[in-house]
């Protein structure tokens, strides 16, 4: 708004790879902002996890407010050194363990996999998971869930990290999961601390988790969705480089240019510092898709 103008009600944010279509959120009662979150609660909402994800139970799962808030404990569950991040990935992972002191480094005995990759959506395999330990980042995972490497996580050499607020567009309700051995998984209880998820958070997570006809209708929406998306930037001159339905990535002449274009139609898109000609947006909403391809046109 600074840069373009404009209120905030006035922009279509495309920079984040959110679902334009949200969960319908229920009628809470009272109790579910007046009461601290109960332990029955947070059962259900892990239970329900545990059956959406098809978590074996020989690992544990952690309820916490959002996936971020996971991703800045990780460098504190290993002894300080050097990890791998293989770029161009999400910036957080590296800035969560340059914050801690940690170094980077090609082959290190860590490494955080994102799966799919943000920006390229590339999806990583089992045979990737050759490092000593590995955080695999499934943020935008549940558009594919036959992709998932959560059942890789038996070993005791991974920990899985699931974002809720992503497939489900609910990403103000701040909720996230690990998934790893028990001793693993206890070590972050510990830090995450009592009453971390709340309330509300329990309950439309437990509805969501336990709603799969929803999900797989969202799946579909999603695929028709970023193939309309990806037909709207190929007939406007751009190049198809890769996603996962939650967002497209695109090469393009400009890409800075391209950003001040849709800018000024008060469309907020996403480049990267490391490239000049790539773009990635996320999907617009019903009433979204006109504005778009206007402003592409324009």
Request: glycine share 10%.
């Amino acid at each position: 708004m600074r840069r373009w103008g404009g209120a905030r009600q006035d922009w279509l944010d495309l920079s984040t790879g959110i679902n334009p279509v949200p969960y319908p959120l229920p009628d809470f009662t009272p109790d579910d902002w007046a009461a601290l979150p109960g332990s029955a609660a947070e059962a259900e909402l892990i239970s329900a996890a545990r059956r959406f994800w098809d978590v074996p139970d020989t690992l544990d799962i952690l309820a916490a407010p959002g996936a971020s808030s996971l991703i800045a404990q990780m460098p504190g569950l290993f002894a300080r050194g050097s990890v791998d991040i293989p770029k161009p990935t999400y910036n957080e992972h590296a800035a969560a363990f340059a914050a801690q002191g940690w170094q980077e480094a090609e082959g290190a005995a860590l490494r955080v996999l994102v799966h799919p990759n943000n920006p390229t959506g590339h999806y990583w395999s089992a045979a990737d998971l050759s490092a000593e330990f590995t955080i695999i980042d499934e943020s935008f995972c549940d558009v594919a869930p036959e992709r998932s490497l959560i059942s890789e996580a038996r070993s005791g050499r991974c920990l899985v990290l699931k974002s809720f607020g992503k497939f489900w567009g609910l990403a103000g309700l701040r909720l996230g999961f690990a998934i790893a051995a028990p001793e693993i998984i206890a070590k972050l209880r510990d830090v995450i601390g009592p009453w971390a998820v709340s309330g509300p958070a329990l309950r439309v997570g437990a509805l969501a988790l336990s709603d799969p006809a929803w999900a797989a209708e969202t799946r579909n929406r999603l695929a028709q969705d970023a193939a309309r998306l990806d037909a709207l930037m190929v007939q406007n001159g751009a190049a198809p480089r890769g996603g996962c339905g939650l967002f497209q990535l695109y090469e393009v002449d400009d890409a800075a240019a391209w950003q001040d274009r849709l800018g000024r139609a008060y469309i907020l898109s996403r480049i990267f510092p490391y490239s000049d000609r790539y773009l990635r947006l996320g999907l617009p909403s019903a009433a979204g898709w006109d504005r778009l391809t206007t402003a592409l046109g324009g």
